[in-house]
């Protein structure tokens, strides 16, 4: 509840007009140089193999689903798959700019966003870091598996540890990151930021606006971005969010050692 409000009615009442500012659309404009001036030529090739690697996971779960089979591997998965093919670089270029402390929460078809948050974090720790969360996850299940096949550098071992913890989970295996029991609509891992998504259209808005300010009053680190699809605009729940997370109490009421409004952003697919 607020502190105290103060209502003249002789303002509140009077005639007036509410001015909106300028918003921008589709006002990106593509220099390919800057950007690898700004990237550099290495970070820009490992944001396109992110992408490439979405694009594949999810077409090896269509190619399940639609004919039984991928890379002549027969499969019957009797689950949901609900896939995300064509927003792999806005899965991507939103995670690469996110560390560990910021997290994302997302809607029923969120493999993608999962894999590119995962793979930013995998990006940015160390291999001991690495290895620490590896062996403490599920009292080191999935590790075990991919170690068998694994050749590479420790980051490869962890790329090889997401991709078979998320499909394991998807499938309803016990070597899953939630042991199964999440699925394709409700997996994560935690870790790295990756919180559940969600089977519920537009469910992510207002757990996310809890998770920000929870950062906001604990004085913790990082954003939170919800990812929710464009339909969910039609749901009472993600307005409430939206207007929860943008009152003007935060500024006018709020100590403000708090530090204002919470840190969400709200990402329509």
């Known amino acids: ?34 950007e690898l001036k700004k990237f550099g030529e290495k970070k ?19 190619s399940i689903k639609i004919q039984g089979s991928y890379a002549g591997i027969a499969y019957n998965h009797r689950g949901p798959a609900h896939l995300s093919i064509g927003q792999e670089a806005a899965a991507v270029g939103q995670s690469v700019h996110l560390d560990i402390n910021d997290f994302i929460f997302g809607s029923h078809r969120s493999h993608g966003e ?14 001991d870091e690495l290895l620490k969360i590896m062996k403490t996850c599920s009292g080191s299940a999935c590790l075990k598996v991919v170690e068998k096949g694994s050749k590479g550098s420790t980051r490869d071992l962890a790329e090889d540890f997401i ?23 409700h ?32 004085r913790k680190p990082g954003v939170v971005i919800c990812n929710i699809g464009d339909a969910s605009m039609g749901c009472g729940p993600v307005w409430e969010a939206l207007t929860l997370a943008s009152m003007d109490q935060y500024h006018t009421l709020w100590d403000k050692k708090i530090g204002g409004a919470p840190p969400i952003m709200f990402n329509f697919f």
């Open 114 to 127: 999962i894999i590119a948050k995962c793979f930013s974090a995998i990006d940015q720790l160390s291999e």
């Open 44 to 62: 820009l090739i490992q944001i396109y193999y992110h992408m490439l690697m979405i694009r594949e996971f999810e077409t090896m779960l269509n």
């Open 163 to 185: 991709l078979y913890g998320l499909l394991a989970e998807i499938f309803g295996r016990s070597n899953g990151f939630n042991k199964g029991m999440g699925g394709s609509m």
């Open 1 to 34: 509840m607020p502190k105290s409000i103060f209502v003249k009615p002789e303002e509140v009442r009077k005639s007036q007009f509410i001015k909106i500012k300028d918003i921008p659309v589709n006002q990106y404009n593509p220099d390919f140089p800057q």
């Open 187 to 218: 997996a994560f891992f935690t870790p790295f930021g990756s919180m559940p998504n969600n089977a519920i259209v537009g469910g992510s808005a207002d757990i996310g606006v809890g998770s920000a300010l929870f950062k906001r009053i604990n």
